[in-house]
């Protein structure tokens, strides 16, 4: 049974399309992120989530939106896709808002956007 | 700003042998938690190993241990009788402030040599 679950795991897509992905935990976590990691493998937050409610919104464009119905789920949304956006988005949770025992990664999600 | 570096872009080690991957970070704060993760080639990332900056114990997990010089700000990892399914990138990360954030170097790819 997967802790932290991404679909979908491969996503292609035009320029200017709008797709989500979506990201589901099962370890009772109070906090889940959303991670970009670019083609260098550099790791940056982009959002963090506590209880549903937004904690981390880093410099992320606005075409960019984070959504979370629930503690276990955190879904990215994003409008208009650019060939920038093209990178493997990682979710992650930690039991509590301090995160002091590390997180739990999903399998990534490697978006293409041709 | 917290800072995290790794200098050591490749690395390679036959199997069996002892291998030490660097970190420095920077951070204003006393009291921050360190950790390295390695990301295989299936993309997943795992957590290795967890440090507490006010501990002065180095934390070990069987072959893995850490080399925690709280002055120098360095976080070395130590890898020993390296097997070949410790071929991976590995991050290190400092997580610091009150928002679980962590702040993730650029990696070590690591190649275990038969």
């Known amino acids: 049974d997967t802790a932290v679950s991404q679909t979908p795991k491969y996503l292609v897509t035009q320029m200017g399309n709008d797709k989500s992905i979506k990201c589901e935990q099962n370890l009772g976590h109070d906090t889940m992120y959303w991670y970009k990691q670019d083609s260098k493998k550099f790791l940056k937050i982009m959002f963090s989530?506590?209880?549903?409610?937004?904690?981390i919104n880093e410099t992320v464009p606005n075409r960019f939106s984070p959504k979370s119905p629930d503690k276990a789920h955190l879904n990215l949304h994003i409008n208009s896709l650019e060939l920038g956006d093209s990178a493997v988005y990682f979710c992650?949770?930690?039991?509590?808002?301090?995160?002091?025992?590390?997180?739990?990664f999903g399998s990534g999600t490697r978006l293409t956007v041709v | 700003a917290q800072t995290v570096t790794q200098s050591q872009p490749e690395m390679s080690v036959q199997e069996a042998e002892t291998v030490t991957l660097s970190c420095t970070y920077d951070t204003s704060e006393n009291n921050y938690y360190l950790f390295w993760y390695k990301q295989p080639p299936s993309r997943q990332m795992i957590l290795v190993i967890r440090q507490e900056a006010y501990k002065q114990q180095n934390a070990t997990e069987n072959r893995f241990s850490v080399n925690f010089q709280k002055a120098a700000k360095s976080f070395s990892l130590k890898i020993s009788d390296s097997q070949l399914g410790d071929t991976a990138m590995y991050f290190c990360?400092?997580?610091?402030?009150?928002?679980?954030?962590?702040?993730f170097g650029q990696g070590t790819t690591l190649q275990v040599k038969p």
């Open positions: 992650a949770s930690s039991q509590d808002l301090m995160g002091l025992y590390g997180y739990t």
């Open positions: 990360a400092l997580r610091s402030g009150n928002t679980g954030k962590l702040i």
């Open positions: 989530y506590n209880n549903k409610e937004l904690i």
